[in-house]
């Protein structure tokens, strides 16, 4: 045999040997399994006979439970029926009480009322009363003492409105009087025209005077120039000859040239310019009202009014400073602040028209701003400020308050103020005449005086009696308008010096 078959036969033996190697192997592998499959079908079913017989132990429960249950049921089934008896014993017990309940009620029903009918009797005897009379005399004491206890409520209400109502109409007239800041519209009886130079004096008189003497012919105004240096004084009652006088000096004074022809051309000019300044005036016055939309003859109507006074008060500037007060007014409380305003300024209309159509001014200028497109509200406000007419809103009522505070500033009217600084001249001369005053102040426009006393003559027990003698001086020496509040004021002061 050669090498190359030994090789193959070699090879043919180990593939065997590996493969009968493979085969145990495998046998053993088996074996290895069948004996694990054997445990583990085992262990199956010992977990099996386990659960089994927890499922019996389980059945075992419930079948007991369920026992348990069914004599609990037996139980309570007892127990309704017994519950269901005692509830109609209950309801028959309850029936049964209030049965006699009702009994029991009507028996002290009755026995209430026989001896309400003996204590109605027994009171009827001792009173001399019927039970109707009774009852009657009761029903008018409760009512007197109800109606008399309103009647009270509404006093206290009342007195408890009308002091909230005053303060409240003094805060907003002193607010509305506070925030307008016009000078007092009072108007006197002379002009004063500054000169440009210490030379015009001489111009104006002229040679021998014949310049001053034309003037005062032309114009009907007095010309005094030596009153006041750097000045020229015009002095007239009428105050449309002296505006025309002051036109037509300014004129002359401007020109340079002052002689008698001159004169009498300058015054012609300010004669044919009045018209000029009658609408001027009123549109400037209109203006600083802040009224708007006025019909041309109601402006030129308002601008105659600058030239028309009232105690001395310009109607105009009167017109102005109403309106500014109706507006702030109106303002404070709520109203209508233009209707306000407009009827503020237009309600001395009239007096421009008095000398021509017959009427009251109040009349005759509600007329005329109805005429020319004025509102009901306002031309109402015009014809009820001094209650010709009743007034039909709170604006007319506001124009009527913003008229009286204007007229009766201190010092509006002139001859208001004569009065008003002679009374209060005399208000605290009266009050110095007393024993131990050292000084007395009228303030609040005459409506208080303050006095300071001398502390050595009067002691703090004889301050209310000097109070009580000041003011019962004043009721029977002074006439005064509204009342006069005194207050005595007693005051020590010391003082020391460290050195």
């Known amino acids: ?49 386990a659960l089994l017989a927890d499922v019996e132990r389980r059945d075992r429960r419930v079948a007991d439970r369920e026992q348990a249950l069914v004599a609990e049921r037996a139980e309570i089934d007892e127990l309704q029926r017994t519950t269901r008896v005692r509830v109609e014993a209950l309801a028959r017990d309850e029936r049964e009480a209030i ?34 009379e009774a009852r009657d005399e009761l029903a008018s004491r409760i009512t007197a003492q109800a109606e008399n206890d309103a009647a009270a409520q509404v006093r206290r209400a009342e007195a408890q409105a009308r002091r909230t109502a005053e ?64 000045s020229v004084v015009l002095s007239c ?48 016055a209109a203006e600083r009202a802040g009224v708007t939309r006025l019909h041309p003859t109601l402006v030129q109507t308002l601008g105659r009014l600058r030239l028309r006074t009232s105690y001395g008060q310009n109607v105009l500037e009167h017109l102005v400073e109403t309106s500014l007060l109706a507006a702030a007014l109106a303002a404070e409380v709520g109203a209508d602040v233009e ?22 001014h109040a009349t005759v200028g509600a007329d005329l701003a109805r005429r020319h497109g004025e509102s ?52 605290e001369h009266l009050v110095a005449a007393h024993a131990g005053v050292r000084r007395a102040l009228a303030m609040s426009a005459g409506r208080e005086v303050r006095v300071v006393v001398e502390p050595s003559e009067v002691d703090d027990y004889a301050l209310p009696q000097l109070a009580v003698a000041i003011a019962r001086h004043i009721e029977s020496d002074l006439a005064y308008p509204g009342e006069i509040k005194v207050t005595v004021i007693r005051e020590i002061r010391a003082s020391a010096t460290a050195g």
Do not use: W
């Not at 002009?191 to 104006?204: C, E, F, H, Q």
């Not at 009901?376 to 039909?392: F, G, K, L």
């Open 376 to 427: 009901a509200a306002v031309v109402n406000a015009i014809a009820a400020h001094h209650d010709e007419v009743p007034p039909e809103t709170v604006e007319a009522v506001l124009v009527q308050v913003a008229d009286a505070i204007s007229a009766s500033r201190p010092g509006a009217r002139r001859e208001e103020l004569d009065q008003y600084v002679e009374r209060i001249d005399k208000l």
């Open 237 to 284: 009652y009428d105050p449309e000859r002296r505006e025309v006088a002051q036109v037509t000096l300014e004129a002359l004074m401007a020109d340079g040239r002052i002689h008698p022809q001159r004169i009498e051309q300058a015054y012609a000019e300010a004669v044919a310019s009045a018209g000029e300044r009658t609408e001027s005036a009123g549109h400037d």
């Open 1 to 49: 045999m050669d090498s190359s078959a030994l090789a193959t036969v070699v090879g043919l033996l180990g593939a065997c040997l590996v493969a009968l190697v493979l085969v145990l192997v495998a046998r053993r592998e088996a074996g290895v399994q069948r004996t694990r499959a054997a445990e583990d079908v085992a262990t199956i079913k010992d977990e099996a006979r």
């Open 167 to 230: 303060a409240r109409a003094r805060r907003i007239v002193t607010t509305a009087v506070q925030r307008l800041a016009v000078a007092t519209s009072s108007q006197g009886a002379i002009s004063v025209l500054p000169l440009p130079s210490d030379d015009m004096k001489g111009r104006i008189i002229g040679k021998e005077g014949r310049n001053i003497r034309s003037f005062e012919a032309l114009t009907g105004v007095n010309v005094l120039v030596d009153d006041q240096p750097g």
């Open 339 to 360: 209707v306000t305003r407009r009827g503020a300024f237009l309600h001395d209309l009239g007096k421009a028209l008095t000398s021509e159509v017959p009427g009251t």
């Open 99 to 132: 049965r006699l309940r009702e009994d029991v009620d009507k028996e002290v029903a009755r026995k209430v009322a026989e001896a309400d009918r003996a204590v109605q009797a027994e009171l009827e005897s001792v009173s001399g009363l019927t039970a109707e």
